[in-house]
């Protein structure tokens, strides 16, 4: 009976899967911007007296091995992973985006170029060749952040081809051009409504995975460099002393199983 | 098929111009004198002087142009000289040798202890969707894909090398050494492929022809081995390519803690030691092996499925 049935948007459902999922990436951010607003003790600042000192009722999270705090070390490690994972995400996701689009629109020699150039990054495993380029100029974050951003733009590339391409020549578009609407109408109006909820299913899993690679470089000394604080890098550290202070070890370890938790929950499609 | 294969090849030459490439910018562009850093690498830091750089310079070729540096680079990698370890002296081949046959090792013994972990447990639960199992093992794996390998590593080294002091932690000298390294690559790998095993199972027993099988009297174990088996295990050997992405990766990361004397941890070494024509090698075996695999895993859908052949 309605008349604007067809203004009727998708119902846009957010299960609880998702919900949680966002519910603990905020309390993570949260805990991780607290002490920016807050305060904190600085995360490289030794006091030797306090050494594995264990958390207590004045310091919830303890002291390390040099008698640093585990709380501004672990919030700091924290604001690396999630900044640089989401600059990355961002920064593979615009190029990612628009050659997808462009190779979908253009076709011929562009999309055969850009594809070309996108089975080469798939041809190699991604950790391979972030940790090349974390060895042409070591002790540089820049190059962590370049080659995170090298390897996630490829999905990004893919799967906004895979879905532009059936969209561009369907009926509805070319409708559109030939009532005389440019490419900006169309992507807005026909492209963006069907790429857009792909974007952030891509963009958690994208940011999952930088954070792995982040803590599995900086386990393997190899990325961020001591004392720097970062989440894998902390977890090396404090493993000779997981008898003394299994609760350093622990911090790092459930911070990160947290954040990449939180989201693959954001992440994942719910299935029938 | 031969088109398959023959992408796969052209991805090979990729990986090799590509890890090429970078090696190259790599050499050149490190900071401070490479010279001096390698003779570090040889003598030690306290014997290195301007006449142990210069030896070093003049004997590795170390001033010649980028671009001829490029070309000479290239040719050698088409003649497949990956020359000599910048820190050892001795050819990259044969160290690269040494090495892939560890890696080899620990990660077929990887697959195939991911193979018994995941898929059973997967159709055991996707035979029952929503039942304990079901549910339990949909538990397990998402807190397992939640947690890093070197975690997981960690875990089972502390649960079993250090509380239980049951299984060494490090080193290669016997088969128990390879216990914890390729459990932890495998539990990874099995979180993941379980999930596979579970959708493509509930999928396969919703299909009519299971039904029919199940009408026409035959038992349980009838249907599921003339009917279910083999379409289950299509979708699992496809994903397993997609999984020899973490393997790869997997495989530098659990090398390295569990101290495994493959290429992964020839890597990270290479990486310290700044010894390029390493670092090459060991990148272009570990790409060229991702690579094999996935035409292997190409081959073996092309057994499996013969829908594919008629294509």
């Known amino acids: 009976m309605t008349a604007f049935d067809y203004i009727t948007p998708r119902p846009v459902r957010w299960p609880a899967r998702r919900v949680s999922g966002i519910a603990i990436l905020m309390a993570l951010l949260a805990f991780a911007f607290l002490p920016l607003?807050?305060?904190?003790?600085?995360?490289?600042?030794?006091?030797?007296?306090?050494?594995?000192?264990?958390?207590?009722?004045?310091?919830?999270?303890?002291?390390?091995?040099l008698g640093r705090s585990m709380y501004a070390?672990?919030?700091?490690?924290?604001?690396?992973?999630?900044?640089?994972?989401?600059?990355?995400v961002i920064t593979a996701m615009i190029p990612g985006l628009l050659l997808g689009i462009l190779a979908a629109w253009r076709g011929g020699l562009i999309d055969r170029v850009v594809s070309g150039l996108s089975d080469t990054f798939l041809a190699l495993p991604g950790l391979l060749l972030v940790l090349m380029l974390t060895a042409i100029v070591p002790d540089n974050a820049a190059m962590l952040y370049i080659g995170i951003s090298l390897v996630l733009w490829v999905e990004y590339f893919r799967i906004t081809r895979a879905l532009a391409r059936p969209l561009l020549n369907a009926p509805a578009v070319q409708a559109s051009q030939l009532l005389?609407?440019?490419?900006?109408?169309?992507?807005?109006?026909?492209?963006?409504?069907?790429?857009?909820?792909?974007?952030?299913?891509?963009?958690?899993?994208?940011?999952?995975?930088?954070?792995?690679?982040?803590?599995?470089?900086?386990?393997?000394?190899?990325?961020?460099?001591?004392?720097?604080?970062?989440?894998?890098?902390?977890?090396?550290?404090?493993?000779?002393?997981?008898?003394?202070?299994?609760?350093?070890?622990?911090?790092?370890?459930?911070?990160?199983?947290?954040?990449?938790?939180?989201?693959?929950?954001?992440?994942?499609?719910?299935?029938? | 098929?031969?088109?398959?294969?023959?992408?796969?090849?052209?991805?090979?030459?990729?990986?090799?111009?590509?890890?090429?490439?970078?090696?190259?910018a790599m050499a050149w562009l490190l900071p401070g004198d490479v010279a001096y850093r390698i003779a570090a690498g040889r003598y030690g830091y306290d014997l290195v002087d301007t006449a142990a750089a210069a030896k070093v310079a003049a004997e590795l070729n170390l001033d010649q142009s980028a671009l001829t540096g490029l070309g000479w680079w290239f040719f050698d990698l088409i003649r497949l000289d990956l020359g000599a370890s910048l820190i050892t002296g001795a050819p990259v081949i044969e160290a690269i040798g040494r090495h892939l046959g560890h890696t080899l090792k620990l990660s077929i013994a990887a697959i195939l202890l991911s193979l018994l972990i995941g898929?059973?447990?997967?159709?055991?639960?996707?035979?029952?969707?929503?039942?304990?199992?079901?549910?339990?093992?949909?538990?397990v794996s998402t807190a397992l894909r939640a947690l890093p390998q070197f975690v997981v590593g960690l875990g089972l080294i502390i649960i079993f090398g250090l509380t239980l002091k049951l299984l060494p932690t490090a080193g290669h000298d016997h088969g128990s050494h390879l216990i914890l390294p390729a459990l932890t690559l495998a539990l990874s790998l099995a979180a993941v492929s379980n999930r596979v095993a579970r959708d493509?199972?509930?999928a396969v027993s919703r299909a009519p022809y299971?039904?029919?099988?199940?009408?026409?009297?035959?038992?349980?174990?009838?249907?599921?081995?003339?009917?279910?088996?083999?379409?289950?295990?299509?979708?699992?050997?496809?994903?397993?390519?997609?999984?020899?992405?973490?393997?790869?990766?997997?495989?530098?990361?659990?090398?390295?803690?569990?101290?495994?004397?493959?290429?992964?941890?020839?890597?990270?070494?290479?990486?310290?030691?700044?010894?390029?024509?390493?670092?090459?090698?060991?990148?272009?075996?570990?790409?060229?092996?991702?690579?094999?695999?996935?035409?292997?895993?190409?081959?073996?859908?092309?057994?499996?499925?013969?829908?594919?052949?008629?294509?």
């Open chain 1, 180 to 272: 005389g609407f440019g490419p900006a109408y169309i992507i807005r109006r026909h492209l963006w409504p069907e790429i857009a909820p792909m974007l952030l299913t891509i963009g958690a899993y994208g940011a999952a995975s930088a954070i792995m690679a982040i803590a599995a470089l900086g386990f393997v000394s190899v990325g961020v460099r001591p004392p720097t604080p970062e989440l894998g890098s902390m977890m090396i550290e404090l493993l000779p002393y997981y008898e003394e202070a299994p609760h350093a070890l622990l911090q790092p370890i459930a911070v990160i199983f947290l954040l990449v938790l939180a989201l693959q929950l954001i992440a994942r499609k719910d299935k029938p």
């Open chain 1, 37 to 65: 607003v807050l305060g904190a003790p600085d995360p490289l600042k030794q006091t030797l007296r306090l050494t594995l000192q264990p958390p207590g009722a004045a310091d919830w999270f303890g002291y390390d091995h």
């Open chain 2, 119 to 139: 898929p059973p447990l997967g159709i055991l639960a996707g035979l029952h969707p929503g039942g304990w199992l079901d549910r339990s093992l949909m538990l």
């Open chain 2, 200 to 202: 493509a199972m509930v």
């Open chain 2, 210 to 311: 299971y039904a029919f099988g199940r009408t026409k009297g035959l038992s349980e174990w009838q249907v599921f081995s003339r009917h279910g088996l083999r379409n289950v295990a299509v979708p699992i050997v496809t994903y397993l390519g997609i999984q020899f992405v973490s393997l790869v990766e997997g495989v530098v990361v659990v090398e390295t803690l569990f101290a495994w004397p493959g290429i992964g941890h020839a890597l990270v070494h290479a990486i310290f030691g700044r010894d390029v024509p390493m670092i090459q090698g060991a990148a272009l075996v570990m790409g060229l092996m991702f690579v094999a695999l996935n035409a292997l895993v190409d081959t073996l859908c092309h057994l499996i499925d013969p829908r594919r052949r008629a294509a």
């Open chain 2, 1 to 24: 098929m031969i088109k398959a294969i023959l992408s796969r090849l052209l991805q090979a030459v990729l990986v090799a111009l590509l890890v090429g490439l970078l090696t190259f």
């Open chain 1, 73 to 88: 070390r672990l919030t700091a490690a924290l604001r690396l992973s999630l900044g640089l994972a989401s600059l990355s």
